[in-house]
Every structure is written in C-alpha cells, then in structure tokens.
C-alpha cells in the first residue's frame, strides 16, 4: 500500500499507523498519538541502520521504509 513520505513535523492516521507497526517491532515504544517527533524519527532511523535501507532520508519514512516495514508488520 503506498501512502505519503513522512518527516518530523507531519501528524496524522498515516503518522499512527507507522508507530504502530514500529512498536511491533519494539522500535518505538512511545503512545501512538500521531505525532510525528524526534522519538519516532530515531526510530525510522534506527530500523534503516538495522535493515540496510539507503533509499530513503536518514529518519524519513518514504517509499523503500515503508516497503521493508509493511512487509514485515501487519496492519494495526
């Protein structure tokens, strides 16, 4: 499913729905209220590290994160 790139500063159901998959992984541990913020852009930074991911911005959730993260999560 695609949807939009995703930055610091962005809020939203998309924003939410990242958290959410983030904390099946234990990447993000935070509520999940839609906040795109500095703890949530570690976290998509720390999961590109973990998983080579070189196609998007350091801590930006774009196209390449998003395919490797919605590949291996189920929809919250």
Do not use: C, H, N
Request: aromatic share 8%; proline share 5%; no cysteine.
């Amino acid at each position: 499913m695609a949807g939009p790139t995703l930055r610091r500063g962005d809020r939203g159901a998309e924003v939410r729905e990242l958290q959410l998959r983030m904390s099946q992984l234990r990447m993000y541990m935070s509520k999940a209220d839609g906040d795109f913020d500095r703890r949530l852009e570690d976290a998509v930074r720390w999961y590109q590290w973990a998983r080579g991911i070189r196609g998007d911005a350091p801590g930006v959730y774009g196209p390449a994160t998003r395919a490797s993260l919605e590949g291996e999560t189920s929809q919250p």
